[in-house]
C-alpha cells in the first residue's frame, strides 16, 4: 500500500482523511500531544488493525478522541459533574477521562474493560475530521508499540510506511508527551498517567487526587494496574537508559567516569559543555521544561540504534510538565534512577 502524507494546510485534508476512516481505513493524525493512529472507534475491524499496524497487546486499551464535550454523551454513562468541569478547563487539551462505557463501545477498543478514555485533541483540523467522520476516533500514539512515541509526520512514516493510506501532517508536535489520564470512576480521581495538563492544574479543579502507582515506579508485568498499557516498558530505544541525578556538576562527574564510547549522553542544552567528547545529544532547555517535553521523543528516537551502548539521562526535578518528563523517562529507563551527588 503506498502511504500518502497530506498537510492539515491542503484544503483537501479533512474530506479525504474523514472518508477514509469512515470506510473503516487507518488515518494517522495529529495533535497537540503526538501523532494518533487513528480508526473508527466503533467499528471493531477497523480498530483491529490498529493492534496489528503497532504490535499492541490486545488488553491495551484505546482512547476515543471526540470532537466537543457533547460526543461523550453517547460513549458514556454516568458521567460525574467534574468531567463537565474539566472538559471547560481543560478541552480541547492534552487531557483524557476514563468514564464508564456505553455498550456502544465495541470490547475490541476498551480491551474488554468496562471503562472508557475519551478526550478533545487540541488541533482544529483533527476535530474537524473527527466531526466529519461522524464516529469517535479511537488513536493510540502511532510508534510501534513498545518504542517512543512518533512527535513528527516523519516519525509515523518511519514506523509505519506502506502500512496505512494516509499520515496528516500538521508539523512537530508542541507539548510532545501524550495526554494526561485521569480515572474519574474513582473517588478520589486517579491520575493514570501524567502530561500536558499537570498534577497543579488538576487539583484545582478536582480538588484531591491520587496517583497510581505505575506512573512512579516499574510495574511488573503480570500485575494487574489501571492503565494497562502502563505495565508495559515504554518509551525506551533498544539500549540501557540510566537516569542520573543530582547537581550538574555532580552528573558530569560521575558520567565522564563511567563513559565508554558508544555511549551517549542526553542532556540538557545548558550542559553541552560539561559534556565534551561524550557524545552528549541536548533534548531541551532546562530553564523552559516545555522545550524538554516537546523535544524527549524526537531524542529517544534517536538514541534508538545499534551503535549506541548506553545512554546517561538527565532529567528535570519538580512539578508541572517536568513531572511527565520524568514519568516517560523513567519508563525509558525502567526507573533505573542513580544520585550522583552519592558518590561526590
Ligand atoms: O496524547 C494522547 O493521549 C495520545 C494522542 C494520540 O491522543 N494517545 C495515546 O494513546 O497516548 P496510547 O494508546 O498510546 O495510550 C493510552 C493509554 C494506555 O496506557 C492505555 O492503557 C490507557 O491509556 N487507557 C486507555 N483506556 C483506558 C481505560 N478505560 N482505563 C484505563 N486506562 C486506559
Ligand atoms: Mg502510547
Redesign the pocket.
Known sequence: MQTRVIATADPECPRLAAKLLTAGDLVALP?E????LGANGLDPEAVAKIFVAKGRPND????L?VADISQIQTLCHSIPESAYRLAEAFWPG?L?M?LPARDIIPKRT?GG?S???V?C?DNAVTREIIRLAGVPIA???ANLSGKPSTTTAEHVLHDHNGKLPLIVDGGPCRVGV??T?I?LTEDPPRL??P?GITPEQLTQVLGSITVDKAVTAQICGDAVV?????KYRHYAPQCQVLIINGSREAAARYIRSQYTPGDRVLCFEEELPLFEGCDPLPYGSEADPYTLSAGLFAALRQLDDPSVRRVFARCPQGGGIAYAVQNRLGKAAAFQILDAEAFV
Open positions: 495533535t500531544t503526538v501523532y494518533g491495551n486499551p484505546l482512547i478522541h492534552p483524557t476514563v476498551t474493560l471503562t472508557v478514555a478526550r485533541p488513536a493510540p500514539s501524550e495526554s489520564i480515572d493514570l498517567r502530561g489501571k492503565a494497562p498499557g502502563m
